[in-house]
């Protein structure tokens, strides 16, 4: 696990003042006077343990386009950083998009308990309403601007590809009006993988080859509720988005051609009567670019 948590540093006073003003619900603690002078130095105590309903922000890190907010400390130096410094640069060259200036907010909560207390609780959780999902990408309107763009998860097995699925449903939505359900979890899934895997996720390859797979595009551009994405749904959304960005050169310009769309307007209309009209059929397009594909080597 990358940057495993330890014990929290204690929050200067500035800090702390400022996370108090930012996320509330927190207190300052002063130590009590002493008698007499203290001839010896000692350590400050830490700082009172978070809220287990509260977001994390007892410390705020800014890497790139992203402020991360965690009650540990991160180890700046880990190579995750690396990689996902770099991954807007890799979005936006492989879709042509221009960047965006959107600072992207990532919540890392120290387990996966508090981290669904505060996501997911019966009557207390914030997003309650969702699914239970290891992390999630949120849009949440700011009165007169661009909406926020937030990440939550924890420091769980999988951070590694979840940070990298969740930002890139950030930084897409950073860029584009609107991002059709499938699509969005396509991309994503697509660009979770690290780039020399080139986009190629084995388990789902896997999977879809054993079947039976039955790919139906026309369905999923029907979706626009998170609950109906599910694991087979994911896998297709990410085969659609293999083959047209690493198949046919006429299905990817097709793909490309339609992310410009999204940036001008929030429904340009469904993404397959286009395929059709560039490849003729689709489905056996698909099914013959997964049996063509190579699985990724393991590093």
């Not at 996501?119 to 290891?134: V, W």
């Not at 951070?159 to 449903?169: A, G, I, S």
């Not at 551009?221 to 293999?242: I, T």
């Given at each position: 696990?990358?940057?495993?948590?330890?014990?929290?540093?204690?929050?200067?006073?500035?800090?702390?003042?400022?996370?108090?003003?930012?996320?509330?619900?927190?207190?300052?603690?002063?130590?009590?006077?002493?008698?007499?002078?203290?001839?010896?130095?000692?350590?400050?105590?830490?700082?009172?343990?978070?809220?287990?309903?509260?977001?994390?922000?007892?410390?705020?890190?800014?890497?790139?386009?992203?402020?991360?907010?965690?009650?540990?400390?991160?180890?700046?130096?880990?190579p995750l950083f690396t990689a996902l410094e770099a991954l807007p640069d890799?979005?936006?060259?492989?879709?042509?998009?221009?960047?965006?200036?959107?600072?992207?907010?990532?919540?890392?909560?120290?387990?996966?308990?508090?981290?669904?207390?505060?996501?997911?609780?019966?009557?207390?959780?914030?997003?309650?309403?969702?699914?239970?999902?290891?992390?999630?990408?949120?849009?949440?309107?700011?009165?007169?601007?661009?909406?926020e763009l937030k990440v939550f998860t924890w420091m769980g097995d999988h951070?590694?590809?979840?940070?990298?699925?969740?930002?890139?449903?950030a930084l897409l939505n950073g860029v584009l009006k609107n991002v059709p359900?499938?699509?969005?979890?396509?991309?994503?899934?697509?660009?979770?993988?690290?780039?020399?895997?080139?986009?190629?996720?084995?388990?789902?390859?896997?999977?879809?080859?054993?079947?039976?797979?039955?790919?139906?595009?026309?369905?999923?551009?029907?979706?626009?509720?998170?609950?109906?994405?599910?694991?087979?749904?994911?896998?297709?959304?990410?085969?659609?988005?293999?083959?047209?960005?690493?198949?046919?050169?006429?299905?990817?310009?097709?793909?490309?051609?339609?992310?410009?769309?999204?940036?001008?307007?929030?429904?340009?209309?469904?993404?397959?009567?286009?395929?059709?009209?560039?490849?003729?059929?689709?489905?056996?397009?698909?099914?013959?670019?997964?049996?063509?594909?190579?699985?990724?080597?393991?590093?």
């Open positions: 696990m990358p940057f495993p948590p330890h014990r929290p540093r204690a929050a200067v006073a500035a800090l702390a003042l400022g996370v108090c003003a930012l996320f509330g619900g927190c207190e300052t603690v002063r130590p009590a006077a002493s008698p007499e002078p203290v001839a010896r130095s000692a350590e400050p105590a830490p700082p009172p343990a978070p809220p287990p309903s509260a977001a994390p922000g007892r410390h705020a890190t800014r890497l790139g386009p992203y402020v991360f907010y965690h009650d540990f400390e991160l180890d700046r130096d880990d890799q979005v936006y060259r492989e879709l042509r998009l221009p960047p965006a200036n959107a600072v992207i907010q990532v919540f890392l909560f120290d387990t996966q308990e508090r981290y669904e207390r505060y996501m997911f609780a019966e009557k207390t959780g914030r997003y309650r309403h969702l699914p239970s999902r290891r992390a999630y990408f949120i849009t949440e309107p700011r009165g007169g601007g661009a909406d951070l590694r590809t979840d940070l990298r699925h969740e930002l890139t449903h359900l499938w699509l969005d979890e396509g991309l994503a899934g697509y660009f979770e993988l690290p780039p020399a895997h080139d986009g190629v996720n084995g388990p789902h390859l896997d999977t879809l080859r054993r079947g039976p797979f039955h790919p139906d595009l026309a369905r999923l551009e029907r979706f626009d509720q998170v609950a109906q994405m599910q694991k087979p749904e994911y896998r297709e959304a990410w085969a659609w988005v293999h083959y047209m960005l690493r198949g046919d050169p006429a299905a990817r310009a097709v793909l490309l051609d339609y992310l410009q769309a999204l940036r001008a307007k929030p429904n340009p209309g469904p993404l397959l009567p286009r395929l059709r009209d560039a490849v003729g059929d689709p489905d056996a397009a698909l099914a013959d670019h997964l049996s063509r594909l190579d699985f990724p080597r393991r590093k």
